[in-house]
């Protein structure tokens, strides 16, 4: 069963640092690249960043960058976000989702997300 | 990076079609055949419905399909039933490796 799922979600101050993480399984974690995307509560979703299969090359969305680090440890399966400098509005459910591959640039396996407040 | 437009609500009633827009530009929608589209039931996880304009995944029920005309794209369900209620996004690549998602459309089946 292809599958993704988030864990590290929490609370955390303004300012504040926090990794969430994901885990891959049923299906060959190495050939494909992975996003993470949030969704604020009530509102739609953001696409934040994105990692090459390989792990060498990585890109944000405006509003994350130089905040959030994305990494990926391919032997385990396993990738991760490092959030610093949290701000209030970085309250969200981040997602880890697999990119479809073969150039299609669409996410076709999403996990349950992991929810993360941002508060004081 | 500015969201694409969508309108924020749709409705039909069954059996009838329904047809949800969304709005970009030359940098987006309109300069990749990149689109995609995911639904969104409420404390769940959004699912992949379309791809690549008007691709859909296995197990998506052709009452889905997608289209685009210049800088707009779009998604019709047809034959609308109970299970379609939910929220869509759509999405495209907008270059230089990243991608950007509507503000999302609330779809009522009356």
């Known amino acids: 069963q292809v599958q993704v799922v988030e864990s590290g979600g929490g609370v955390v101050q303004p300012g504040g640092s926090l990794r969430v993480s994901c885990a891959a399984s049923?299906?060959?974690?190495?050939?494909?690249?992975i996003h993470w995307v949030r969704q604020a509560p009530g509102k739609g979703l953001e696409w934040l960043t994105f990692i090459l299969k390989d792990g060498n090359e990585k890109y944000y969305a405006d509003s994350v960058k130089g905040r959030f680090t994305i990494f990926r440890d391919n032997s385990k399966n396993m990738l991760s976000l490092q959030m610093n400098s949290l701000r209030d509005e970085d309250t969200a459910v981040y997602y880890c989702?697999?990119?479809?591959?073969?150039?299609?640039?669409?996410?076709?396996?999403w996990g349950q997300g992991t929810m993360v407040i941002v508060s004081s | 990076q500015s969201a694409l437009t969508q309108p924020p609500s749709a409705s039909g009633s069954p059996g009838q079609s329904v047809t949800i827009s969304c709005t970009g530009t030359?940098?987006?929608?309109?300069?990749?055949?990149?689109v995609s589209w995911y639904q969104q039931h409420p404390g769940k996880a959004p699912k992949l419905m379309i791809y690549?304009?008007?691709k859909r995944p296995s197990g998506v029920p052709d009452r889905f399909s997608g289209s685009k005309s210049g800088n707009t794209a779009s998604l019709t369900v047809s034959g609308l039933q109970a299970e379609d209620e939910a929220d869509y996004y759509c999405?495209?690549?907008?270059?230089?490796?990243?991608?950007?998602f509507g503000g999302g459309t609330k779809l009522t089946v009356l």
């Open positions: 690549e304009v008007n």
């Open positions: 999405n495209s690549y907008a270059g230089r490796d990243t991608w950007v």
């Open positions: 989702a697999k990119d479809m591959g073969s150039g299609s640039y669409a996410f076709d396996v």
């Open positions: 030359s940098s987006d929608v309109g300069g990749y055949n990149y």
């Open positions: 049923g299906f060959t974690f190495s050939r494909y690249h």
